[in-house]
């Protein structure tokens, strides 16, 4: 057999700053409330890192070695929670922030949980559905005991979906006893219906991004109708939080992805694009309603809600200013970096966090974790209904602290976060 190259050497964009950013953003809100050292030192770094190395047989009897992630950061909730990645960018350093990153969402969103992430250092567009079938698998058995129900639940991220955690679940419980198989299916969350997934857990990133878009318009007494938003991403998240924000009677002005911008201030319909993508396999190029524009210039395209939903770091202290939104929702973990940030504030712009924005996606996999668990069926408008109430509380709990404290939403989402994570510590003490 035939070896090729290793992943590692696929020259790919780095991922720089991700784990700067949250570290300098953990330590603003730990000195804010005089978070004890002893406690800081613990949340500063991660409890695990994994990497594991794996060999698959390609479609042409070729091998490759593959290399894949999993970073658990804290378990003091509860078991490690957090998605897979597959992209190019996809390292050690991007894994830690993003873990670090699920922790303090965890937390703030109430759950029972702790915060993991990881991936595989892949373009999956270069693979067939097959390979990435027997990818995934191969990854989930070196993964091993590494993951489990009660221990690290994976979910679906960029690049995977429920079909991948399909494939992810049906691998780790084929390795389990067979009186322990049925037992393990919450191993993952973000599953399709018909394999123990959650009715409406496809929407419900997205649908929290539009939630808490709504939630901060209603808290400054104005409606969504007739304002203009652009977004960045029209995966998952991007389409559900274009298409809730439609139904208000928002307007979709500009959306950018990786194959390019385009723009209409008159309007874009939602389900229009959304059709146009799947029939022009996932590209929206020449969309028909809409005219191309400079990628540099999205972020300055007239609107009133910029949602950033594909990568991280993609608003700097260089596009800031470019920015005509007053609103910045973070459908995406990370996309704007500190100095970006700081350079928005002094603006004046109002952004509302990622560990907040779009914690609809790891609720909903709560949903579907317990609904596993007890052996139920939750339907739609149920999980709708305790979604709106889940984020509902947790925006009012950020929006309150923050007037309290007279700080940016993100300095008092993370306050939140770390000051439960901190008491669980000091009720329980440190080992041993």
């Not at 873990?99 to 992430?117: E, H, I, R, V």
């Not at 969504?224 to 274009?242: C, D, E, M, S, T």
């Not at 100095?339 to 779009?358: R, S, V």
Request: with cysteine; hydrophobic share 35%; net charge neutral.
């Amino acid at each position: 057999m035939t070896l090729v190259a290793d992943q590692k050497k696929q020259k790919k964009p780095a991922v720089r700053g991700m784990m700067e950013n949250v570290m300098e953003q953990f330590n603003s809100a730990a000195d804010q409330i005089n978070l004890h050292p002893n406690i800081r030192k613990i949340l500063s770094i991660t409890n695990n890192e994994i990497v594991v190395n794996f060999p698959v047989k390609m479609d042409n009897g070729e091998v490759e070695i593959f290399r894949g992630y999993r970073v658990q950061h804290n378990n003091a909730l509860g078991p490690y929670k957090g998605g897979l990645r597959y992209h190019p960018t996809v390292d050690i350093d991007a894994a830690r922030a993003l873990a670090m990153w699920m922790t303090w969402k965890t937390s703030l969103a109430g759950l029972p949980y702790g915060g993991g992430k990881g991936g595989i250092q892949l373009d999956p567009s270069k693979y067939s559905k097959d390979e990435l079938e027997r990818i995934t698998r191969r990854f989930t058995f070196a993964l091993a005991d590494n993951i489990g129900p009660e221990h690290d639940i994976p979910a679906p991220d960029i690049n995977t979906n429920s079909q991948t955690m399909a494939w992810m679940a049906d691998t780790y419980m084929s390795t389990r006893p067979p009186a322990e198989r049925t037992a393990n299916q919450h191993v993952v969350t973000g599953k399709p219906e018909g394999s123990g997934g959650l009715e409406g857990r496809d929407r419900a990133t997205g649908y929290g991004v539009y939630l808490t878009i709504k939630f901060w318009a209603e808290k400054n007494e104005m409606t969504l109708k007739n304002k203009r938003f652009i977004v960045q991403g029209f995966g998952n998240v991007g389409y559900w939080a274009a298409h809730f924000l439609e139904n208000e009677g928002a307007k979709l002005v500009a959306v950018q992805d990786a194959y390019g911008s385009i723009e209409n201030q008159d309007g874009i319909n939602v389900a229009s694009l959304f059709n146009y993508v799947q029939a022009h396999k996932g590209s929206f190029v020449d969309f028909p309603d809409a005219d191309p524009i400079d990628k540099d210039s999205f972020f300055g395209t007239d609107c009133d809600i910029c949602i950033p939903a594909a990568l991280g770091n993609q608003i700097t202290k260089e596009n800031a200013s470019q920015l005509k939104a007053t609103l910045i929702a973070e459908g995406a973990n990370g996309p704007i970096n500190v100095e970006g940030e700081k350079a928005l504030l002094k603006l004046g712009k109002t952004i509302i966090p990622d560990i907040l924005c779009n914690s609809g996606g790891v609720i909903g996999s709560y949903f579907e974790w317990l609904q596993n668990r007890n052996g139920e069926l939750w339907q739609l408008d149920e999980v709708m209904v305790k979604l709106d109430k889940k984020l509902n509380e947790s925006f009012n709990k950020v929006w309150e602290y923050s007037q309290r404290r007279s700080m940016d939403m993100r300095t008092a989402a993370y306050c939140i976060a770390i000051e439960r994570i901190e008491k669980a510590y000091v009720q329980r003490g440190i080992f041993p």
